[in-house]
Every structure is written in C-alpha cells, then in structure tokens.
C-alpha cells in the first residue's frame, strides 16, 4: 500500500523540484561560475546571459509592434483622442475669462524679456519672409500692372491707351514693381508685424476672449487639426529622432541581472509558480502510470 502511494508522491515532488530548479536556472547563477580555468556549462543563467539579445529582441518588437508609426497616429489623432484635447482646451479658455493678465504677462512668466523679444523677432521675421516669398511667387507686381493698365483704359477718354501701350510694356512694368516688392516688402511686413505682435501683447486675455468667444470652438477646431496634420507628416522623424528601440535596449541592458530577476517575476510571479506547480502534476501522473505498468 506504502509503495502504491509512495511513487505518484515520489514523481509529484521530482516534477515540482525539476521545474522549480528549471525556473531558478533561468536567472542563476547571476555570473559566470569558473573551477580553475574550466568554465562550468550553463553559467551564468540563461536570461542574464542573453540580456543583450533579450534586450534587442524586446525593443525591435515595441518599437515595430507596438508603438509603430500607425499606433503612435491612431492613439494620438483618434476621434476620441481629439475630442478629449478639444474639451480640455475648451475648459482652460473657459478658466481664462476672468484673467486679467495681459498675453505679454503671461509669457512673461515662462520666459524673460530677454527671451520674448527673440522670439517675437524671430516670428516678426519669419512672417514677413514667408509672406514676401509667397508674393513673389505670385507675380503680383505684374498682375498689380495688368489691373491698374486696365482700370485707367476703362477711364471716359482713355481708351487711346490701347494702341499706345503694349504688353511687352506692362510686364517690363510689373518686373519693376517686382523688384521694388521683393526688396521692401519684407522690411514693411516685419514693421507692421512687430506693431500687431506688440498690440496682441498688450491686450487683457479676458477682453480677448471675451471679443472673439463665438470664434473660439472653431479656432480650436482649426488647431487641433492642424496638430493632427503635423502629427501625421512628422511621426516618422519624430519617432526616428526618439529611437524607442535603442530607449529600451539601453534601458534593459542597464538592468543587472537581479533587477531582471525582480522585473520578470513582477510580471510573471503567478504563471512561473503555475509552471512549476504543473510539473508537480504531471510528475505525479508519471508515478501513477508507472505503478500501474509496474503492477
């Protein structure tokens, strides 16, 4: 009776011994174990002795699986998303109706004046080269010459204008405004622009508000998607620029190996215990098929 009870026991205990030693060997010995100049096989465990391929493998696969370019846009841009940044920029608008501060006081709290004055500067002449650009693409000063030609030929008594001024004529003239537009225009737009920088600065955030509050949820609509169009043409270079996989390679690779330890039990405590408890099982099963070809 002893030995029908005693070797499913025997082979339930060898089960749960095995894997339990199976399981600790995947992480110990923490470090290469040397008897004299023989190195004993299977030392360091498994894991700290692939950390750097584990490390790599696990970052190849956050980095093209899991926070991939399409993840990164569907999290960020999703309707729900959106619409969350939406009512939050609503609510702070909402907040800053009694805000008495100017937008100059409030910059000024986050940068010196020092800062702003580059910055603004910078926007000032941004705006103005942009804006020049674009009027030169345009061809307005011939387009400015071919308007103004036609108004004075619509004048009672000025259709002799005609037969005396030719097309060749008209667009010499619009090279010229041309030329005066590409060297003054970016000087005036940047005058003009410091001035209305100057003026938004001033201005109480409550009294804007309060001015343009019917304009509000559609100036936020207007932003929000345009950040979901920035968002969607730079990802690619923003993710490159972040490098996620090599984040999580360095990251791992920085972990010892009882860190490792820690970290994979933290996660995986319960299924481990299960393996071993599993072993148990089946070395118990073992036991009992063999009484039973035994007897």
Known sequence: MIEIIAMPLLGGVIGYITNDIAIKMLFRPRKAVYIGGFHIPFTPGLIPRQRERIAASIGNVISTQLLNRDTVINAITSDESLERVYSALMRVTENMKGNEKTVGEIIGSYVSDEDMEVYKNSISESIALTISSKINEADVGTKLAYSGIDMLKSKPGMGFLSLIISDDFVNKLGGIINNVLAEKAPEIIYEETGKYSEEILSM????????????????????????????????????????????????????????????????????????????????????????????
């Open 204 to 295: 109480r955030v409550c009294d804007i508000i309060t001015k343009h509050e019917d304009k509000i949820p559609v100036l936020l609509r207007g932003f929000i998607g345009l950040c979901r169009i920035i968002i969607e043409d730079n990802t690619d270079r923003i993710l490159k620029l972040v490098n996620i996989e090599q984040i999580v390679v360095d990251k791992i690779s920085s972990f010892d190996a009882m860190e490792m330890e820690q970290l994979i039990f933290g996660i995986m405590r319960k299924e481990l215990k299960a393996i071993v408890y599993l072993g148990a099982v089946l070395g118990f099963l073992m036991g009992f098929i063999n009484l039973i070809f035994f007897f």
